[in-house]
């Protein structure tokens, strides 16, 4: 995920911090029927449905923990990858981990809202992580998907001990970045359905 925001900083694309939007209450949009084992979450601005075994973390609390995963994820907290922690608090809409996950490395679920992305089409975003991705070791795939009815694209890693999906799409003028960040077995047994939650997100109209 911060690599595809290190990508647009690499091709010297200008990224200006924007205030926050209100967002109207999510319940007033069209509820879906989940599985019984399923369960609908809210978050700042959309809603998703996972296992009913995740367990919602207070994004000020975790901010630690969330820099903690972006800063191993990109390997360093200077310069770009700092300015993105820093602004971090107010773009996160939903973390939270799954209960029934090994502890020592439970499956968690970021999910992103970045304003200032949004105004860059798709194909540049794609192009500049994997321009940054071909300098690296990291052996990541990537997948147009139809989820929900929106257009999708799945970056996934997974390597040794760390394995993640990323998906990302647009609307109400935010890019969605939502991560799982699992295991590799993890990933291999459950990508099928971090797909189908991915496809029951729903994000609430935005008022500037």
Same mark, same amino acid.
């Given at each position: 995920?911060?690599?595809?925001?290190?990508?647009?900083?690499?091709?010297?694309?200008?990224?200006?911090? #924007?205030?926050?939007?209100?967002?109207?209450?999510?319940?007033?949009?069209?509820?879906?029927?989940?599985?019984? #084992?399923?369960?609908?979450?809210?978050?700042?601005?959309?809603?998703?449905?996972?296992?009913?075994?995740?367990?919602?973390?207070?994004?000020?609390?975790?901010?630690?923990?969330?820099?903690?995963?972006?800063?191993?994820?990109?390997?360093?907290?200077?310069?770009?990858?700092?300015?993105?922690? #820093?602004?971090?608090?107010?773009?996160?809409?939903?973390?939270?981990?799954?209960?029934?996950?090994?502890?020592?490395?439970?499956?968690?679920?970021?999910?992103?809202?970045?304003?200032?992305?949004?105004?860059?089409?798709?194909?540049?975003?794609?192009?500049?992580?994997?321009?940054?991705?071909?300098?690296?070791?990291?052996?990541?795939?990537?997948?147009?998907?139809?989820?929900?009815?929106r257009n999708v694209i799945r970056f996934t890693y997974s390597k040794d001990a760390n394995a993640w999906a990323a998906y990302l799409f647009k609307?109400?003028? #935010?890019?969605?970045?939502?991560?799982?960040?699992?295991?590799?077995?993890?990933?291999?047994?459950?990508?099928?359905?971090?797909?189908?939650?991915?496809?029951?997100?729903?994000?609430?109209?935005?008022?500037?």
């Amino acid at each position: 995920m911060v690599l595809i925001m290190l990508s647009l900083s690499a091709c010297n694309i200008p990224l200006t911090p #924007r205030a926050t939007p209100t967002v109207e209450s999510i319940p007033t949009l069209e509820p879906t029927p989940v599985p019984d #084992r399923m369960q609908v979450y809210y978050g700042e601005g959309m809603q998703i449905t996972l296992p009913r075994s995740y367990i919602s973390e207070d994004v000020k609390t975790s901010l630690p923990s969330i820099i903690e995963t972006v800063t191993n994820m990109v390997g360093s907290s200077d310069g770009f990858a700092g300015d993105l922690i #820093r602004d971090l608090e107010g773009n996160v809409a939903w973390y939270g981990y799954d209960g029934e996950s090994p502890a020592v490395y439970p499956t968690r679920f970021i999910s992103i809202k970045n304003k200032s992305l949004s105004a860059f089409p798709m194909g540049i975003v794609t192009m500049g992580l994997e321009t940054i991705l071909k300098n690296s070791d990291t052996e990541v795939s990537r997948d147009d998907l139809t989820l929900g009815g929106r257009n999708v694209i799945r970056f996934t890693y997974s390597k040794d001990a760390n394995a993640w999906a990323a998906y990302l799409f647009k609307e109400e003028g #935010r890019l969605w970045i939502n991560v799982f960040i699992t295991t590799p077995a993890n990933m291999a047994a459950l990508l099928g359905e971090y797909d189908q939650s991915i496809g029951t997100i729903l994000i609430a109209p935005i008022v500037e």
